[in-house]
C-alpha cells in the first residue's frame, strides 16, 4: 500500500471516529473493564487498555479488507 492511500484511509477513520465519538461514549468506550483509571488527590492517570485492543482490532480488519 503506497503512502497516499494509507494517509486517505488513516484521515477517513478519523473523521468517522470524531463523527461517531459521541455514540461511542453513551457505550461506554473508552470506560470499558479493562482499562486502567487511578484518582488520587492532585493525580490522575487513565489508562485505557481495551479500549486500545478494540480500536486495534477494527484498524486491522479495516486495513486488511482495504488491501484485498
Known amino acids: ?8 484511509v ?7 471516529l470524531g463523527l461517531l465519538w459521541p455514540w461511542l461514549t453513551r457505550l ?4 470499558l473493564p479493562g482499562d486502567i483509571a487511578i484518582h488520587r488527590q492532585n493525580f490522575h492517570l487513565y489508562i485505557p487498555l481495551a479500549s486500545c485492543l478494540i480500536v486495534s482490532v477494527v484498524l486491522t480488519l479495516l486495513f486488511w479488507l482495504l488491501r484485498k
Request: no cysteine; charged share 20%; net charge positive.
Open 1 to 8: 500500500m503506497d503512502i497516499r492511500r494509507f494517509l486517505i
Open 28 to 31: 461506554g468506550f473508552g470506560r
Open 10 to 16: 488513516l484521515g477517513i477513520s478519523l473523521v468517522a
